[in-house]
């Protein structure tokens, strides 16, 4: 049973259950399929210096802020923002407002998981082969133009429309599986941290075990360690680039949840004199550790598919050659094959210029390695294919997404629902597992609309705009909100207060300058960069929808703090991602997204 504090405040039943909540918060699914991306597009090993830097500089002082104010104040984000300042509960409102938009669309994707998941409990599974087409005298045409993997992912699961401005139809498949997925996530927070604590012990745990499992067996997979060494082999010359730069620091500051709101209501359930400094410091290095781990074992399985597909070109161009020349069966390996092609190109070239041979080169298939729902539905899940007993691998891998992503809503719905009962939203008589329920319910009626077969279109909208930008915004008002508003000092002393010392001098460095600078540096950067991005043709005018959220809270919530301020200022202080690729192909041909290009951004 969830223990009541002196101020009669639910706290964790143990310690465990809160670094397990907030781990399970941070280490979302931007851990597994963003940073190994990341990582391999940005010099390898060479992104992991501004990776530690933006770490060291900006992640864990801003991490620490959060647990601190939501642990001494013991308060959600609405509630803690209004005590720090009256005007600066807009704050609050703004995370509240990003989480809510956030946890729609998280949830979606929990959804599709979901529909992957009890799909892999079949064999062969359903994207192994292209269906039958309707007469059912030959297989689906536009599934061969493409692949089984692209199909089943495009057609068969989003049944995906050309562009955004074709709604569809709703489909049903995916609204129960949405269904079912806000049905988990009520049943595991109806009773906030009592239920969600008991839950986080599976869902934050699991992952680990099934990344333990897909190394070790990914590392005895032929290809492996090409595939390491493609993610790692360091090119420092990238670190001359300053987008590099921008991508770790935003990496570390989405892979952290921070500016949710998530951690402040997590953090406000603690004992007042829990050591919070520390528990940032834990909290954040496991997180990044994560990130290392889920790259070693996702990078050994893509090692090991670029290898097979490497093989199988060679193959193709092997038979080319055998019927061209006329060579005997098995008289060509694939060890052998470069010089057998160089000898006949130095005889006979006009013959061999002819054949329509492929080019052939391992660092090309490793080079095809994708991010965000590219590497979870179509890279990984063909990887598994290739894998014996792929129905296993399967199930491993898609249970594995779902109990991340699920980790991660307890964060997202705490972000939601700690403010509303803080803020007596609730009437009396109306129990606590009531306004959970209307509140979940109410999400997936507004989610219902990204199971439309246009809703991955609006689905990018919304994680390009809804938090991203919003995010940072935040994050850059937190800190200066507490070190200039509140005051260094006050907060010191608070801190000191609750964990026995006072920060030290790398903390008040970070968190007076440093932190500040980084997320200005980073904003504007960030802006540049979205005004010279080109438009999505089928997005223009959308963003309008999600992008202020954080201003309209803020410009709200003046008088609101204003009517409340006698009451809140006398109290103590205590995942960007690339757009879409354009739809391509006419007349016969698949008009599908291309899978490398597909959202990289999700934390």
């Known amino acids: 049973m969830v223990r009541a504090g002196p101020d009669e405040r639910p706290q964790w039943d143990n310690k465990l259950q809160y670094l397990l909540s907030c781990v399970g918060f941070a280490v979302g699914l931007g851990n597994l399929w963003r940073f190994p991306y990341l990582c391999q597009t940005h010099g390898g090993g060479a992104f992991l210096i501004p990776y530690v830097i933006a770490l060291v500089f900006e992640g864990i002082p801003l991490f620490h802020v959060e647990l601190a104010i939501g642990q001494r104040l013991r308060r959600g984000s609405i509630g803690v923002w209004r005590a720090i300042s009256p005007y600066l509960g807009g704050v609050g409102l703004g ?210 598919k670029a290898a097979n597909d490497h093989g199988r070109c060679l193959d193709g161009n092997i038979l080319l050659l055998l019927n061209a020349f006329d060579l005997p069966d098995q008289s060509v390996s694939r060890d052998d094959y470069a010089a057998v092609l160089s000898h006949l190109n130095a005889t006979q070239p006009e013959r061999v210029a002819r054949l329509p041979l492929q080019v052939c080169h391992l660092e090309d298939f490793l080079d095809k390695s994708a991010s965000g729902t590219g590497l979870a539905f179509i890279v990984f899940a063909e990887a598994v294919l290739h894998m014996p007993g792929a129905p296993v691998w399967a199930v491993l891998f898609f249970g594995m997404l779902f109990s991340l992503g699920l980790s991660s809503m307890f964060g997202n719905m705490e972000s939601i629902l700690t403010p509303l009962f803080d803020q ?101 950067a960030y802006l540049a960069l979205l005004a010279s991005r080109p438009p999505n043709p089928w997005a223009s005018g959308a963003p309008g929808a999600t992008a202020p959220t954080p201003a309209a809270p803020a410009t709200l919530d003046k008088g609101l703090g204003q009517r409340q301020g006698d009451r809140s200022s006398s109290s103590v202080l205590r995942a960007s991602g690339s757009p879409w690729a354009l739809l391509y192909g006419c007349g016969a041909e698949p008009r599908f997204p291309r899978a490398e290009n597909a959202q990289p951004g999700l934390r």
């Open 95 to 304: 995370c509240f407002t990003v989480s809510l938009l956030v946890s729609l669309y998280y949830n979606t994707i929990l959804a599709w998981v979901l529909w992957y998941l009890l799909n892999s409990f079949q064999h062969p599974l359903p994207w192994s082969t292209c269906p039958l087409d309707l007469n059912r005298t030959g297989l689906v045409q536009e599934c061969q133009d493409t692949s089984p993997v692209t199909y089943f992912w495009y057609r068969q699961t989003l049944n995906i429309t050309p562009d955004i401005n074709d709604s569809g139809a709703v489909q049903g498949r995916l609204l129960l599986c949405m269904a079912a997925s806000w049905a988990v996530v009520y049943l595991c927070v109806i009773r906030g941290i009592e239920t969600a604590g008991k839950a986080i012990y599976f869902t934050a745990l699991f992952p680990y075990v099934v990344l333990s499992v897909f190394l070790v067996r990914g590392l005895t997979l032929p290809g492996a360690t090409e595939g390491l060494l493609h993610l790692f082999t360091p090119d420092m010359q990238v670190l001359r680039n300053p987008r590099v730069w921008l991508d770790a620091a935003t990496q570390i500051f989405f892979s952290l949840s921070l500016a949710f709101g998530g951690h402040i209501a997590f953090a406000s359930y603690n004992p007042p004199r829990n050591h919070c400094e520390r528990d940032a410091v834990t909290i954040a290095l496991v997180n990044s550790m994560t990130s290392l781990y889920a790259s070693i074992a996702v990078f050994s399985v893509l090692g090991f």
């Open 424 to 524: 007596w939203v609730r009437p009396r008589r109306v129990p606590k597992e009531v306004l959970t329920g209307l509140v979940c319910l109410a999400c997936f009626l507004l989610a219902s609309g990204f199971t439309l077969q246009s809703g991955n279109y609006w689905l990018e909208i919304f994680d390009q705009h809804a938090a991203s930008l919003n995010l940072i915004f935040l994050a850059f008002f937190e800190v200066v909100g507490v070190i200039y508003v509140y005051g260094m000092k006050r907060f010191c002393d608070d801190v000191a207060w609750m964990t026995g010392r006072r920060p030290g001098l790398y903390w008040q460095v970070t968190w007076k300058v440093v932190s500040p600078l980084l997320l200005l540096t980073i904003l504007v």
